[in-house]
């Protein structure tokens, strides 16, 4: 075994650094961690895209909050209950009408498939 490897480091040059035991354990050690190991380095790049995108989550649900906290503030208003249940629930009061206008861009597709 010793002689083939001699006679291939005589041959590759670059292959001499293999002979080394020390080199042999550095580069075991190198490919258990950046590949085997349960912490390698491919595990820690899957963990932080996963924190990266809970940590956008976070945000936007933080900023949802701050949204529904401040409708919550205006709906303490009389005024303000009437004026949302008449945009989003088409309310009115006694003796009133109201038209629904609808352009053909927002409109829903009747029958397109």
Same mark, same amino acid.
């Given at each position: 075994?010793?002689?083939a490897f001699?006679?291939? &480091?005589?041959?590759?040059?670059?292959?001499?650094?293999? =002979?080394?035991?020390?080199?042999?354990?550095? +580069?075991?050690?190198?490919?258990?961690?950046?590949?085997?190991?349960?912490?390698?380095? +491919?595990?820690?790049?899957?963990l932080n895209?996963?924190?990266?995108?809970?940590?956008?989550?976070?945000?936007?649900?933080?900023?949802?909050?701050?949204?529904?906290?401040?409708?919550?503030?205006? +709906?303490?208003?009389?005024?303000?209950?009437?004026?949302? &249940?008449?945009?989003?629930?088409?309310?009115?009061?006694?003796?009133?009408?109201?038209?629904?206008?609808?352009?053909?861009?927002?409109?829903?597709?009747? =029958?397109?498939?």
């Amino acid at each position: 075994m010793k002689k083939a490897f001699q006679n291939l &480091a005589v041959k590759y040059p670059f292959l001499k650094i293999f =002979g080394n035991r020390y080199v042999l354990v550095l +580069l075991f050690f190198t490919i258990w961690m950046l590949f085997l190991d349960n912490y390698s380095y +491919l595990e820690h790049r899957v963990l932080n895209k996963e924190i990266d995108e809970l940590e956008d989550n976070k945000q936007y649900y933080q900023d949802e909050i701050r949204k529904d906290n401040s409708n919550i503030k205006k +709906l303490k208003n009389p005024a303000q209950v009437e004026k949302y &249940a008449r945009e989003k629930y088409y309310m009115k009061r006694e003796n009133e009408d109201i038209y629904i206008i609808e352009f053909e861009d927002e409109a829903p597709a009747e =029958g397109a498939e």
